[in-house]
């Protein structure tokens, strides 16, 4: 059963520039939400994708965008990218709008660098 | 804005012994209560969630929740080593969608 997967990994930008992450969630999950990690920090929501529309957005400014396709797979864009933005990204995902949609399954992460 | 308050710690306890971690919430109207466990350069992992109040045992762990007091704890009991790591309170509401909102986590040392 593949769970949640994303990529990159790691990688490394300048500031400006726009990156794409890219999340598959776990087999048999629908729902995919994105968030940011910065050092000693908590995550913090940046957006829910369910049935390929955004659902919900934390507080984040419109630079963020993500998609969601019909595999549920999702992306997260970042545009104009700034030093700030130099975090762990986290992909979740999670199955229906039900109170267990807390029941998150985190991938990896994508370990952002901005320069 | 929801809040969810963490000791950022470190606790450090010996191990066998029970390692008590806490957490508060702001939001009177939460549902949900979840405890992820995330180790260092790894991502966040759930161990528990409750939905109603009282106690909730699951092997060694065992969550309680308090809504009245909004108040949400985790007990580990005989720790280990491994469970060397921070962990992390979450709670959600339904706002259109149940998000759960993280704190910061509470570092946990358990020492030979």
């Known amino acids: 059963d593949a769970g949640v997967t994303q990529s990159p990994t790691h990688l490394i930008k300048t500031r400006g520039q726009q990156v794409t992450l890219r999340c598959s969630p776990k087999s048999g999950h629908d729902t995919v939400s994105w968030y940011q990690q910065a050092l000693g920090q908590g995550p913090q929501f940046i957006f829910q994708y369910y049935e390929e529309e955004e659902r919900q957005r934390g507080n984040f400014p419109d630079r963020f965008s993500g998609h969601q396709f019909p595999n549920y797979s999702s992306e997260l864009n970042v545009n104009a990218l700034l030093l700030g933005d130099s975090a762990l990204y986290l992909c979740a995902s999670s199955l229906g709008q039900g109170a267990n949609t807390g029941e998150l399954f985190f991938g990896e992460g994508s370990r952002l660098t901005v320069l | 804005q929801k809040e969810v308050e963490q000791n950022s710690g470190p606790l450090s306890v010996p191990e066998g012994a029970i390692a008590s971690l806490n957490c508060t919430y702001s939001d009177r109207g939460s549902q949900s209560f979840f405890w992820y466990r995330q180790y260092s350069g790894k991502s966040p992992e759930l161990i528990m969630s409750?939905?109603?109040?009282g106690d909730k045992e699951d092997g060694r762990f065992t969550a309680q929740l308090n809504k009245a007091s909004q108040y949400v704890s985790l007990l580990i009991r005989d720790s280990q080593p491994s469970d060397s790591a921070t962990y992390l309170c979450?709670?959600?509401?339904?706002?259109?969608?149940?998000?759960?909102?993280f704190g910061r986590g509470t570092s946990l040392i358990v020492h030979p």
């Open positions: 409750i939905y109603s109040n």
């Open positions: 979450a709670v959600s509401f339904y706002g259109g969608s149940y998000i759960p909102t």
